[in-house]
């Protein structure tokens, strides 16, 4: 299972190929890796990767020797992101990571369970032991952490932890945050963190700074932390072109320069 797709039916790969593309989807500058070359070889295949999502562009340059003269030819594949369905809830969430991480946008439309199983990952790959509570009723908290590890705003605490989780179109209001204080109080939690896919109004603020008063800090992760968050965890896909080369083959490749055709003297 795979967010990426390629062949025919996707766009014609561009002549970046050739040099050290930025990822189309993220940005972020890429990796890049070449296949063996043998003495004599006729092909030689270079892979760019995006670390961060997971995307991969193929560049290769092939040799055809003809009677009285050589011909190279530039070809490449590159990867699409796929449509990924983020309202079933069967999706791995390494893909639902990645996904978010070349389409925010998707944050929008993410199931709300899908988006809690996702923050609760990540806080999980920076330490911390996790346990999501049941999806109707969860009091308030969606993502309990025990133990010690990073809140993801710089701040390292311990103790017993309430997150929640809000998959919102709207900015996060005091009354929200108020709500989730009581949840602290009521279930003992040391401390709060509120993550939101949107922001947080100046009425939000003032409500976790006096929760932090009454003894129950609330850690705030609007949209950019959350990405920040999805990013810092993140593990590039591919280490080496064998690396890649093991769960992809492409065989149709397009034509991405014109051929360079050098006669014998
Ligand atoms: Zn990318």
Redesign the pocket.
């Known amino acids: 299972m795979s967010i990426w797709r390629y062949g025919d039916e996707c766009p014609w790969p561009s002549r970046d190929l050739l040099e050290s593309p930025k990822?189309p989807?993220?940005e972020?500058g890429t990796r890049t890796f070449s296949s063996a070359t043998e003495p004599g070889a006729t092909r030689h295949d270079q892979v760019h990767t995006?670390s961060?999502?997971?995307?991969w562009g193929l560049a290769r340059t092939q040799t055809i020797f003809g009677g009285s003269y050589t011909t190279i030819q530039f070809l490449g594949a590159s990867a699409h992101l796929k449509n990924l369905l983020l309202d079933d809830l069967d999706q791995p969430i390494e893909e639902v990571r990645r996904y978010m991480?070349?389409r925010f946008d998707a944050r929008k439309t993410i199931h709300p369970r899908l988006l809690e199983e996702t923050v609760a990952s990540v806080y999980r790959d920076l330490g911390w032991k996790v346990l999501l509570t049941s999806y109707s009723n969860d009091g308030g908290v969606d993502v309990v952490l025990h133990g010690s590890g990073d809140t993801l705003t710089g701040i390292r605490v311990r103790g017993r932890v309430g997150v929640q989780v809000k998959r919102s179109k709207k900015p996060i209001e005091a009354e929200q945050i108020r709500a989730l204080t009581g949840a602290l109080v009521q279930g003992r939690y040391t401390r709060g963190i509120f993550v939101t896919t949107e922001r947080f109004r100046s009425g939000a603020l003032k409500a976790a700074e006096r929760s932090k008063q009454v003894g129950y800090p609330i850690h705030l992760i609007d949209a950019p932390k959350l990405y920040d968050a999805l990013e810092l965890t993140s593990r590039a896909r591919y280490r080496s072109f064998r690396d890649w080369q093991a769960s992809n083959s492409p065989s149709e490749l397009h034509s991405i320069r014109g051929d360079e055709v050098m006669y014998s003297p």
């Open positions: 990822c989807y993220c972020r995006c961060r999502c997971g995307w991480l070349a």
